[in-house]
């Protein structure tokens, strides 16, 4: 079993950063974040495979987000800039221990989830 724990997220003004993180208990194999805002689907942000790569984004980011993981810490971060109200969202951390074949994209790749994390861009 895997358990997923998130941290960061808040407030910010639109324009800037923020970094959100999700620390994993048990080994694990791809990562990725999703986020969901009021009334809208569950969203693809990003993937990273587990030896830091490959690393596959949600092509309406336009490059303004970095995931990243510590292997030794087993920990993958989100590193959001430029961030714009449209970013407003509940962010989910997701993880696999074996590959289902389904995409990178696809959160039925993945069994494990964080419990949310809220980030709200002002304007």
């Known amino acids: 079993q895997v358990q997923l724990v998130q941290s960061g997220g808040g407030l910010v003004q639109a324009g800037g950063s923020l970094t959100i993180s999700c620390a994993a208990s048990?080994?694990?194999?791809?990562m990725a974040w999703f986020r969901q805002a009021p009334g809208k689907q569950r969203q693809f942000v990003a993937f990273?495979?587990?030896?830091?790569?490959?690393?596959y984004y949600a092509e309406f980011l336009k490059g303004r987000f970095t995931i990243s993981r510590d292997n030794a810490k087993n920990t993958v971060s989100l590193q959001m800039n430029s961030l714009e109200p449209e970013d407003t969202a509940v962010y989910y951390c997701?993880?696999?221990?074996?590959?289902?074949?389904?995409?990178?994209?696809?959160?039925?790749?993945?069994?494990?989830w964080g419990q949310g994390t809220q980030v709200t861009v002002s304007s």
């Open positions: 997701a993880a696999e221990s074996s590959y289902n074949g389904a995409a990178y994209n696809n959160a039925l790749r993945y069994a494990y």
């Open positions: 990273s495979g587990r030896s830091g790569g490959p690393l």
């Open positions: 048990g080994r694990t194999l791809g």
